[in-house]
């Protein structure tokens, strides 16, 4: 049977999953433990990849990415090949460690409702497994989870390559103390509330419950977002045979880095970051002003754009657009100060 096509794009999400060979341990110990995390965060600074959650059991581990550039198998194969030499290597073991091929579930990172479902799966799994969640520590009793060791953390403490914004972001929450401390507490409530459901996954409030599972599926999203990720493999699949296509779609990845620099520059200009993205609205009038501008100066598509500010979809950003061109007062009249400081990213 011919492997399943892995969607690969710029700033996709995954949710990854491995287990070990016939079901086995893939970790025997701490130190062995340790040795994955490492063999991660080298993985993270060869990749560029975002770790937002992770969680590690005896005979598999979850791990939720993000690829900024479209390298997930490249980075996957450097990652699971160097823990098995690695792990080999201290047990005087031969041969493979991980059983199959790993999941790689593409996930509609932009959606706060798919994002913190998935978020909640990775970090209620030693819950589940009965191994975390009833002594007096609570969830944090259990080490080897992103929970107790980013989540549940300052900055300070929390590990280089961890990013927990989006993570806190998408409940509504900061990174502070108080934020943290909401984090865990909300968490140990669901865990409670479903005790009585062990091994079933919630559907939150706003998720399309006819979608794929978060474990069985190859995507975890809206209908929107799977035609469009089922279009990206077509093209990926049209470009293996076709040296015309492989040009266009290099001329695309060219655009998207140009259009990356404009946002780039425009978010710094005012101020935004990652957290901010997400909360604010998709008609917010910052982020249709640097819609405009990259509408007017690049050739990315409305679905990039969505994507990258975080504008819920490409109708939305089609519809703000219209709305800008079709009446009202010019941004200049409306939002003097905006406009000027964006003029000078975006003539």
């Not at 459901?197 to 419950?209: F, H, L, N, R, T």
Request: glycine share 10%; net charge positive; hydrophobic share 40%.
């Amino acid at each position: 049977m011919a492997r399943s096509l892995r969607i690969e794009f710029k700033g996709a999400f995954y949710h990854v999953m491995a287990r070990g060979n016939q079901k086995k341990d893939i970790f025997f110990d701490d130190e062995d433990r340790w040795s994955f995390l490492q063999t991660l965060q080298e993985a993270r600074d060869r990749t560029g990849w975002g770790v937002h959650a992770w969680v590690l059991m005896n005979n598999h581990y979850h791990l939720l990415l993000q690829t900024p550039h479209a390298n997930l198998v490249e980075g996957m194969k450097w990652l699971q090949n160097a823990y098995t030499r690695r792990l080999n290597g201290r047990h005087r073991l031969w041969g493979t460690v991980f059983g199959d091929r790993y999941k790689a579930v593409l996930v509609e990172g932009e959606s706060r409702n798919y994002l913190s479902t998935l978020l909640d799966y990775i970090h209620l799994n030693p819950a589940r497994a009965g191994i975390a969640g009833s002594g007096e520590g609570g969830f944090l009793e259990y080490p080897w989870s992103s929970l107790s060791v980013a989540y549940a953390t300052g900055p300070e403490a929390r590990p280089r390559w961890m990013s927990v914004e989006l993570g806190l972001a998408a409940f509504g929450m900061q990174d502070t103390v108080e934020g943290r401390k909401a984090f865990v507490e909300r968490l140990e409530r669901r865990a409670l509330e479903e005790s009585t459901k062990a091994g079933i996954v919630p559907i939150s409030e706003g998720v399309d419950a006819r979608l794929s599972h978060l474990r069985r599926g190859w995507y975890w999203g809206s209908q929107a977002f799977s035609e469009t990720a089922m279009e990206l493999g077509k093209l990926q699949l049209q470009s293996r045979a076709d040296p015309t296509l492989r040009t266009t779609l290099l001329r695309h990845a060219h655009d998207e880095d140009a259009a990356e620099g404009l946002v780039t520059e425009a978010l710094g200009c005012l101020g935004l970051g990652p957290e901010e993205l997400i909360r604010l609205n998709g008609s917010d009038p910052r982020k249709v002003a640097i819609a405009a501008g990259l509408k007017r100066n690049t050739s990315v598509s409305l679905a990039w754009i969505s994507g990258r500010l975080r504008m819920k979809s490409a109708a939305n950003v089609s519809q703000q657009l219209r709305k800008l061109a079709q009446g009202g007062p010019s941004l200049k009249q409306s939002q003097p100060a905006l406009a000027e400081k964006l003029s000078g990213i975006f003539p």
